[in-house]
């Protein structure tokens, strides 16, 4: 098949000089479409800090500057793409490139097929799009609900790839003062001060914790803070910019992902690929890629009130039986492998477009 994969976006934070989720995913999509023998253009704005990652996939890169949903030119330079390259499928991964490709489609007067990949909150804004990808059932049940053809929103999780002569990493026995960990921007839907406030409520069980937290955001210094008023700011760390999973993972006890609102949770992948045990919330995507008590531990998000309780009564079973952590490690490293690689699931995201295109073709 040939695929053209669009990503129109801007960087305008503090994490400008970092490939995001978004962003890995338009990178993914493009190596792993034609490691199952595809041709990719990927287009995307000029100078993005992504840019030589797009092109080690081995696609072409079509840079397109555009300025908004009404610039003519942008449309009309994708219309004459869509013209030369003659595409089966056309892959979007932002409002934008939705809008600005249903244009172009129509100025070269071909129904080719497009097919949205929703990384967002809000799948109601691709209705207009052929086909959805979300990365969740609720999603999906949410775009049906809002009008969408059944037959035409599909759910495919996030995908991870396993780093190049990777090893096993060899946890060991849990440390004496526990060691919990968690990766994400900080933000107010993370709810981390949730686990600095349940490793207050396990200082007063008498069970001392650290916890270390790598990412950055705009609620460090509230993080900091909270810390301080709970008389932890010797047991809290932010580290930053995290790069370095393997030594991240390497120094910790339990991963935990407490999230209010959370579309999938790749850092949860990271985890069960570095076989550490976790703790995650029941928020949208943690509650499909986990099981309870199988392959990781779930609280409940839904009374924000008694989730540290939650977090620490779930920390202190860990703790209290850490050959149960260890199974469930396994266990979840085990469904890393079986369904989120990025090798099972760029065949499975090959399947789906393959059958969208020939549905298309027999219309």
């Known amino acids: 098949m040939k695929i053209i994969n669009i990503l129109f976006n801007h960087k305008s934070s503090a994490h400008d000089n970092k490939i995001l989720g978004v962003e890995r995913c338009f990178i993914d999509y493009a190596k792993y479409l034609i490691a199952n023998g595809n041709t990719v253009v990927s ?127 060899e946890k060991k026995p849990f440390q004496k003062v526990i060691k919990l960990g968690s990766l994400g921007r900080l933000y107010p839907e993370k709810y981390f001060d949730k686990v600095l406030k349940a490793m207050a409520i396990l200082r007063n069980r008498g069970i001392e914790s650290d916890y270390v937290i790598g990412g950055v955001g705009p609620m460090e210094n509230h993080l900091n803070n909270l810390a301080k008023e709970l008389d932890l700011q010797k047991n809290f760390k932010i580290l930053g910019w995290t790069d370095d999973k393997r030594k991240f993972f390497d120094n910790i006890d339990i991963f935990i992902l407490p999230s209010f609102a959370e579309t999938f949770g790749i850092v949860l992948l990271e985890a069960m690929l570095y076989s550490t045990p976790i703790i995650t919330s029941n928020s949208w995507g943690p509650d499909e890629v986990i099981f309870n008590e199988v392959d990781g531990l779930k609280v409940s998000k839904d009374d924000e009130a008694k989730m540290p309780e939650l977090l620490a009564d779930a920390i202190e079973r860990l703790i209290d039986d850490e050959n149960f952590a260890k199974k469930m490690a396994v266990a979840a490293k085990e469904k890393f492998y079986a369904n989120y690689s990025a090798e099972m699931v760029g065949k499975q995201l090959n399947r789906i477009i393959a059958a969208i295109v020939e549905r298309e073709n027999k219309k």
């Open 43 to 169: 287009v995307a704005k000029p100078n993005m800090v992504y840019q030589q990652d797009v092109k080690k996939t081995g696609c072409r890169l079509f840079e397109l500057s555009n300025f908004g949903r009404f610039d003519i030119f942008a449309m009309s330079r994708l219309a004459l793409l869509f013209l030369s390259f003659k595409p089966d499928a056309i892959i979007c991964h932002s409002g934008r490139a939705l809008y600005l490709a249903r244009v172009a489609r129509f100025l070269r007067g071909r129904k080719t097929p497009i097919i949205v990949i929703d990384h967002g909150i809000n799948p109601k804004k691709f209705l207009k799009a052929d086909y959805v990808l979300t990365v969740n059932s609720f999603f999906s049940k949410e775009l049906i609900k809002a009008g969408k053809a059944p037959d035409t929103a599909f759910v495919i999780p996030n995908m991870m790839e396993v780093p190049a002569a990777f090893v096993d990493l």
